[in-house]
């Protein structure tokens, strides 16, 4: 399972939200699927998201994990 399963954060407000994988064996990579939001970024080799959003919105994005 990759915790968090989802996230919420405060319009104009910095987030950095680390992933993680419970069970499995790693060391994991990160890959997306869909399009994140203007203003967010995603680490494919840490699992981190961050940055901020400007306005309001629900978006859906996936997040796989994928041993190294």
């Not at 399963?5 to 419970?22: D, E, G, K, M, R």
Request: hydrophobic share 45%.
């Amino acid at each position: 399972a990759i915790l968090p399963s989802s996230i919420s954060a405060p319009v104009n407000t910095p987030l950095s939200v680390q992933f993680a994988v419970q069970g499995g064996t790693g060391p994991f990579t990160w890959a997306l699927t869909g399009k994140l939001d203007a203003g967010l970024t995603f680490n494919t080799q840490t699992g981190v998201l961050s940055g901020g959003v400007a306005f309001a919105q629900v978006a859906t994005t996936k997040l796989k994990k994928a041993t190294k």
